[in-house]
């Protein structure tokens, strides 16, 4: 199954089953964006929504970016009329609808679905202003090791295990580096706030040089 037709299939239940990742990143990405200014934004697979809602609320507008339709919809349910754009598009090919340029683009628990991450971080950087800043937040690969994946239980009751791609730490900065950025920030968001066990979560923040 493509990962756009499992993220259609997994619209219905993505809010409402407990899922620790999603939860843990929408801490770790508050956390870290907290006190950066920032007006035009792009939100990459923003899915339903967790993270475009408390963006709209900090920036002046949002271009809100999913390549599955029910996703979307549901993103879009939650935020209709305000300050955000929603877009279909696959953000690994050119960015046509980038209409301005961001002081921030976040991606969210999408690049594990992406197995060259050169593509957006090449968009990103022509689509940000310079010293513009990437956050990018992500299931840790230290959990890809163990064999976590992005993974849910259809309508039929049988799991399924969407598409997913390791990124190691170092995949991150080297994917980064050509394309002008330099890494600011590197955090770890661990279950339950237990230091002693694998974390969940790795959040890093670029900027495009000025
Ligand atoms: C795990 S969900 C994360 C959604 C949201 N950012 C969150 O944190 O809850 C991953 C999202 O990325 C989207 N996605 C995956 N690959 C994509 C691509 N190449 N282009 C656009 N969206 C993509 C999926 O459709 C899905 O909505």
Redesign the pocket.
């Known amino acids: 199954m493509s990962?756009?037709t499992a993220?259609n299939a997994w619209a219905d239940t993505y809010d409402t089953v407990l899922n620790k990742t999603?939860d843990l990143?929408a801490v770790a990405i508050r956390q870290l964006l907290a006190k950066l200014p920032f007006a035009e934004v792009i939100e990459?697979?923003?899915?339903?929504g967790?993270?475009t809602e408390w963006l709209a609320t900090k920036a002046a507008h949002v271009t809100a970016?999913?390549?599955?339709a029910e996703?979307l919809a549901r993103a879009q349910a939650k935020l209709a009329g305000g300050n955000v754009r929603f877009q279909q598009?696959?953000?690994?090919q050119p960015w046509s609808w980038a209409q301005q340029p961001a002081e921030l683009v976040t991606s969210?628990?999408?690049l594990e679905?992406?197995a060259d991450m050169g593509p957006v971080f090449r968009h990103c950087s022509q689509a940000l202003r310079p010293g513009g800043w990437f956050y990018v937040g992500e299931l840790h690969p230290f959990k890809q090791y163990q064999g976590s994946k992005?993974r849910y239980l259809a309508a039929t009751g049988a799991e399924v295990t969407v598409e997913c791609y390791t990124h190691h730490l170092s995949d991150f900065l080297a994917a980064a580096r050509p394309h002008g950025f330099r890494c600011l920030d590197l955090r770890e968001y661990f279950d339950d706030n237990d230091r002693t066990a694998v974390p969940r979560i790795v959040s890093f923040l670029f900027q495009k040089e000025a």
């Open positions: 990962i756009q993220y999603r990143e990459l697979g923003c899915g339903t967790k993270n970016v999913d390549f599955s996703m598009a696959d953000v690994t969210s628990l999408i679905h992406i992005a």
